[in-house]
């Protein structure tokens, strides 16, 4: 059975930073392009950032680019997410999410 479990999320100041983290376990990591998403109140699910197999490529949409910074250890079955420049916009619930499942995320709030 697939299980991702998140952990880091916290609140922050705006500007701030925090770094996600994403156990994986049930399944071959190092095998898998994963990803990670949020989900802010009132709004859809908001896909962040992909990263391949073995880590080479990363990818993010404009809205995070340059803020957000994903990476992986594959020898740890491990996805992190680093967040930098927090905005309040920020504040959402994010999971992290791959071979068709998705954990139960963590909380980050981005208040002064």
């Known amino acids: 059975e697939v299980h991702l479990v998140e952990s880091g999320g916290g609140l922050v100041q705006p500007g701030g930073s925090l770094r996600l983290s994403c156990v994986a376990s049930?399944?071959?990591?190092?095998?898998?392009?994963m990803e990670w998403a949020r989900q802010a109140p009132g709004k859809g699910l908001e896909w962040l950032s992909s990263?391949?197999?073995?880590?080479?490529?990363?990818y993010y949409p404009d809205s995070v680019k340059g803020r957000f910074t994903i990476s992986r250890d594959n020898a740890k079955n491990t996805l992190y997410l680093q967040l930098n420049g927090l905005k309040t916009e920020d504040t959402a619930m994010y999971y992290c999410?791959?071979?068709?499942?998705r954990g139960q995320g963590t909380q980050v709030t981005v208040s002064s």
């Open positions: 049930g399944f071959t990591f190092s095998r898998y392009t």
């Open positions: 999410q791959g071979v068709g499942s």
């Open positions: 990263i391949n197999s073995d880590g080479d490529n990363q």
